[in-house]
């Protein structure tokens, strides 16, 4: 039997998953300080380069050619209710994130000591580090969706299946960069979200405009 052909997306997706297994492995031994910067540039380094050489359909990634109609529909409507039911839950409990998902603790105390535009761009650094991670996420999803289409009768449904088989290739960071059960739970619960939404939308942006507003209401 011939073995298939190696892809363009499917040889962007090895090297991310090399350069993850390698930040993977020497993590505990990264200085505290520059590990949000480390996880960062895991995040966006490869996904980046993939697109910048063509080795990657952005549309295939949720970045163009997107449905607006289905996603003002279905999946805003999956956005603002996830939005009140967080909304709800902050109002009337003390629950807010485990731990300091996007910016360290020491980040966000200084925030209190600063004001006007230094204040207002820590205050929107988790924008960022969602958009980060969310990118990541939507890199590996359409990795494996273009990466099928190289391989015939693969598996029926090819976006359904990749767009999962992303989510279980996302669930090793989770584990390794936080290392509190409910922090790991409160990510994986997200990741759940946001592949759901991705699922019906096919829509990066509001996959990244829910990320955020999870961090951004549960965040003290």
């Not at 790991?184 to 829910?210: D, E």
């Amino acid at each position: 039997m011939e073995l298939p052909q190696l892809t363009a997306p499917m040889g962007w997706l090895l090297a991310d998953l090399l350069v993850g297994a390698i930040i993977y492995l020497t993590y505990p031994f990264i200085p505290v300080a520059y590990r949000l910067s480390v996880r960062n540039i895991r995040w966006i380094l490869v996904p980046y380069l993939a697109l910048l050489q063509g080795g990657i359909s952005p549309r295939l990634m949720g970045l163009t050619g997107i449905n607006w109609l289905t996603s003002f529909g279905l999946g805003l409507g999956l956005v603002v209710t996830v939005a009140g039911f967080l909304v709800l839950v902050r109002s009337t409990t003390d629950f807010t994130a485990p731990e300091a998902l996007t910016p360290t603790a020491g980040a966000q105390d200084s925030t209190r000591s600063l004001s006007g535009p230094a204040q207002r761009q820590l205050t929107l650094a988790p924008l960022f580090f969602a958009g980060a991670e969310e990118f990541h996420w939507s890199f590996l999803r359409g990795a494996l969706w273009e990466s099928q289409y190289g391989i015939a009768n693969l598996l029926d449904q090819p976006a359904y299946w990749a767009i999962w088989l992303a989510a279980l290739l996302a669930v090793p960071a989770v584990f390794r960069f936080h290392t509190t059960p409910l922090s790991r739970l409160f990510k994986l619960i997200l990741l759940l979200l946001t592949t759901i939404l991705f699922i019906y939308t096919q829509n990066f942006w509001l996959c990244w405009i829910l990320h955020s507003l999870v961090l951004l209401l549960l965040i003290p």
